[in-house]
């Protein structure tokens, strides 16, 4: 009876240390990521020609990055201004950076060449000489001085915000080949030395993103079929020679022709996510600053060293090694108590012999 009682007792005080051993652990749920996007740049990316404009820089509703921005997902900065050069943007916009910033979109260099002073001044004369001078130094800008002017604009990006997806975008080329253009009623050889001009950046920008290590996103075949002197333009034409809107992308423009081309190489707002989530997850598993991969952590004198299947030292607190435990704790337990009853009868009756 007295043996029953105590097997009793210490099966029920084993199941009672069981369960305080191996607590049920809740499955937490990831956290939420959300994507902390600055837009950097000029008109293009403020989206200028593409909307009620709310802010000095000339921002509108229509610009390609508020249109990429979902609100559940994205903190967007817009810092981009119209007329900024790339010196302006150094200097006035990277504020907005930090070492959180998760994706950066720089679009700029169309103001470091100065094509909507060339495109007024053409415009009004276009076989003057002032026309003929700004257009002679769109190549010798585009050797030196733009490229110059981007890269340290790239260089200092990266420095800012070292974590982040660089992105640079392009420009649209602005004129169809066309005998006539009523949109705007250029000389052919000034449209076509417009769209030379666009081109050279283009590939001054694409070359900049490549040794900066950053993504070039292209637009020109988005706009082609929709350039000036098509019937369906998304660029506005000689009605915003006035208001600095002319050559800048419509509403359609940015949504059709700036943001899909976006996409396509930035990757959507959940393609950003998925890549912070394992940007974070390689950070996180790379091994302490203070330890090198190589040389493991030395383990104090007299300590034993953690087991190598990273369950940690001491008790374990989930998995199957709990059950053994408790299993061989009852077992020795009871093995104990059973030799202990079993024993002390004995040798009593030894001694009184």
Known sequence: MILRSILRFTLSSAVAAGAVLAPALPVLAAPAVRVDYVALGDSYAAGVGAGAESTACRVTDGAFPRLWAEPELVDLTLAACSGATSADVAATQLGALSETTDLVSVTVGANDLGLTTILRTCA?????????????????????????????????????APAAKLVVTGYPVPFAEAAQCPQLPLPPALRTAGNSAIAGLNQVLAAQAVAA?????????????????????????VAGLNDGTVLHPTAAGQAEGYLPAFIAGAGSVEDVVEWIRQRDTAASASPSPSVPASVPASTPAGVA?????????????????????????????????????????????????
């Not at 292209?218 to 706009?223: E, L, N, P």
């Not at 082609?224 to 098509?230: F, G, R």
């Not at 953690?306 to 709990?322: E, K, M, N, S, Y």
């Open 124 to 160: 009004t004369a276009p076989q003057g000489e002032a026309c003929t001078v700004a257009l002679a130094g769109i190549p010798q800008a585009l050797a030196t001085t733009v490229p110059a002017g981007v890269a340290a604009l790239l260089t200092q990006v990266r420095a800012d």
């Open 213 to 237: 290590g950053a993504t070039f996103v292209d637009v020109t075949g988005a706009f082609a079929p929709h350039a000036l002197c098509t019937p369906q333009p998304w660029l506005v034409g």
């Open 305 to 353: 060293a953690p087991p190598a299947d990273g369950a940690g030292g001491g008790l374990p607190v989930t998995g199957p090694r709990v059950g053994a435990v408790v299993a061989v704790g009852v077992f020795l337990v009871v093995l104990g108590i059973v030799g202990l009853v079993v024993w002390r009868p004995r040798r009593v009756r030894t001694l009184s012999e």
